[in-house]
T-cell receptor
Framework: DTAVSQTPKYLVTQMGNDKSIKCEQN?????MYWYKQDSKKFLKIMFS???????INETVPNRFSPKSPDKAHLNLHINSLELGDSAVYFC???????????????FGPGTRLTVL | QKEVEQNSGPLSVPEGAIASLNCTYS??????FFWYRQYSGKSPELIMF????GDKEDGRFTAQLNKASQYVSLLIRDSQPSDSATYLC???????????FGRGTSLIVHP
């Protein structure tokens, strides 16, 4: 069974379009995250949700909107896509944001977004 | 701004050698430290975490933490070509435990 899954794996779209990426985890974790990894491999956190509530919203354009219908799902919707949005987007989950020094991130397989 | 610094490499070592990967961090309040391995085109996966000063060993991997000098390192003994990957250092500060990732060090183990 896949622990953290994302769809789609690849996404190619035109500038100005709106797209969504879905994420699901079956680990029973309370916290989920979205990361962006650019072409230089820099992994930067975008959002964190704990029990369906937004905890962290790093400085990302408001064209990016996360939605968490339940604690097992965290979707990412992107409006008016731009060339600079091209990257790999990783969903991740962890047991509990506050609970443990050893709180480990479990990553999904990633979604490679290409904006043309 | 919390920063985590890693030499991007690539670090090239022969098979069987010890690979030493280093990471420095700026936030003295940092409490836990993680090493992730990321193969090309794949997602990061945890290798080890450490939160006490000193060494922590797990098989061929040893993590070393020195909070006074604000660095953490990962040693890989008997390096194998299958160890060739990018190694990401992640640091959690107190409070939210949201990790800050370094840019990663590319390791190449050649036969």
């Amino acid at each position: 069974d896949t622990a953290v899954s994302q769809t789609p794996k690849y996404l190619v779209t035109q500038m100005g379009n709106d797209k969504s990426i879905k994420c699901e985890q079956n680990l029973g974790h309370d916290t989920m995250y979205w990361y962006k990894q650019d072409s230089k491999k820099f992994l930067k956190i975008m959002f964190s949700y704990n029990n369906k509530e937004l905890i962290i919203n790093e400085t990302v354009p408001n064209r990016f909107s996360p939605k968490s219908p339940d604690k097992a799902h965290l979707n990412l919707h992107i409006n008016s896509l731009e060339l600079g949005d091209s990257a790999v987007y990783f969903c991740a989950s962890s047991q509990d944001l506050q609970a443990s020094l050893a709180d480990t991130q479990y990553f999904g397989p990633g979604t490679r977004l290409t904006v043309l | 701004q919390k920063e985590v610094e890693q030499n991007s490499g690539p670090l090239s070592v022969p098979e069987g050698a010890i690979a030493s990967l280093n990471c420095t961090y700026s936030d003295r309040g940092s409490q836990s430290f993680f090493w992730y391995r990321q193969y090309s085109g794949k997602s990061p996966e945890l290798i080890m975490f450490i939160y006490s000063n000193g060494d922590k060993e797990d098989g061929r991997f040893t993590a070393q933490l020195n909070k006074a000098s604000q660095y953490v390192s990962l040693l890989i003994r008997d390096s194998q070509p299958s160890d060739s990957a990018t190694y990401l250092c992640a640091v959690n500060s107190g409070g939210s435990y949201i990790p800050t990732f370094g840019r990663g060090t590319s390791l190449i183990v050649h036969p």
